[in-house]
């Protein structure tokens, strides 16, 4: 079994870019582990190189599969996801997953609530941006169930945000740009974990484009309270 930062009550950062690569179970595909409790089956958040031709065999998600597309093209029976995708497989679903030309993933596995079972493939190179609560911020929504919200936010350059709280946590991975905050300063390729309850007021001197994922920690809640 193994354990890497798989207390959700914990703060964790990383910059994924320093990270080694692990090999898998399969020929060509090899992960960046960010958290993870279990063995090869486990509660997971990774980034997930697939090279050119690689490809793993039917397998069933137990508990959901959550997917953004950060390079290339990756696929299954159902479609190719090229760059900006972002794909929800729910738990009891399966696939034959692949890329003809190569990909880099951000997945989480057996992270979703069971009462969710909504399939969503959202290209988000072509989805609208809405505005945000404060001037210079545009927000993409993604998903969102129960305590869980999902979306893609843009930060102009020089905007900032008002200080507040998470009480269900926040997840955070840096596609673009620079992200800050009280606490650090977090270039493209950052993951930040923020534990429930946690506080901050983030900014952007540059401008950044984050991936950003609320109300999940330590786990998520059903519309009608139920735990995940």
């Not at 020929?27 to 960010?34: H, N, P, Q, S, Y």
């Not at 923020?194 to 609320?214: A, F, L, Y």
């Amino acid at each position: 079994m193994t354990s890497l930062n798989a207390d959700p009550n914990l703060r964790a950062v990383l910059d994924t870019n320093a990270l080694g690569w692990t090999p898998s179970p399969m020929a060509g595909v090899e992960r960046r582990m960010l958290d993870r409790h279990g063995g090869e089956v486990a509660r997971a958040t990774s980034i997930v190189r697939y090279a050119p031709g690689s490809r793993f065999e039917r397998h069933v998600h137990g508990g959901g599969e959550e997917i953004l597309v950060l390079e290339g093209t990756f696929s299954d029976e159902q479609g190719d996801y090229p760059v900006g995708t972002y794909l929800r497989n729910p738990a009891g679903s399966s696939h034959v997953p692949f890329s003809d030309g190569g990909c880099t993933l951000l997945v989480k596995l057996q992270q979703m609530h069971p009462a969710d079972h909504q399939r969503q493939v959202i290209d988000t190179s072509n989805s609208p941006w809405l505005p945000g609560l404060v001037p210079g911020l545009q927000v993409m929504p993604l998903h969102a169930f129960g305590s869980e919200h999902v979306a893609l936010v843009r930060w102009a350059p020089g905007t900032v945000f008002q200080p507040h709280g998470h009480a269900g946590g926040e997840e955070i991975f840096v596609l673009a740009g620079v992200f800050q905050d009280e606490h650090g300063t977090y270039p493209a390729g950052s993951w930040v974990r923020n534990p429930p309850g946690s506080v901050h007021r983030p900014w952007s001197e540059p401008g950044c484009t984050i991936w950003v994922k609320t109300g999940h920690l330590p786990t998520s809640l059903g519309p009608d309270g139920s735990v995940a």
